[in-house]
């Protein structure tokens, strides 16, 4: 069976910093790209960050970069995302998301397992 758990999630400032990390299980790690996304309220799903396996190949949002940074550990089978410099308008639920490819996507609909979610709210 196929688990992700995202945790991490919180009330912050703006300009503050979180450090969402998701864990993955009953999947081969190796050959798994890895992304996040976010869902604002009355917002529909929108993509963050992906990275492959190897760290190669990775694509943003362009509203996060220089803010937020993907990465993981494949011998954990985890994936963080840290943000820093976060904004009100950065409050959303936050996904992890793993798609059973090695080549990296933005379309949610090409990604396989999702988490239940993690709430980040930033307050102005």
């Known amino acids: 069976q196929v688990k992700l758990v995202e945790s991490g999630g919180g009330l912050v400032q703006a300009g503050g910093s979180l450090r969402l990390s998701c864990a993955v299980s009953g999947l081969d790690f190796r050959r798994t790209v890895m992304g996040w996304f976010r869902r604002a309220p009355g917002k529909d799903l929108e993509f963050v960050y992906a990275?492959?396996?190897?760290?190669?190949?990775?694509y943003w949002l362009d509203s996060v970069k220089g803010r937020f940074t993907i990465s993981r550990d494949n011998a954990k089978n985890m994936v963080y995302l840290q943000m820093n410099s976060l904004k009100p308008e950065d409050t959303a639920v936050y996904y992890c998301?793993?798609?059973?490819?090695?080549?990296?996507?933005?379309?949610?609909?090409?990604?396989?397992?999702w988490g239940q979610g993690t709430q980040v709210t930033v307050s102005s």
């Open positions: 990275l492959s396996w190897s760290g190669d190949d990775t």
């Open positions: 998301a793993a798609r059973r490819d090695i080549i990296v996507s933005r379309n949610r609909h090409e990604y396989d397992y």
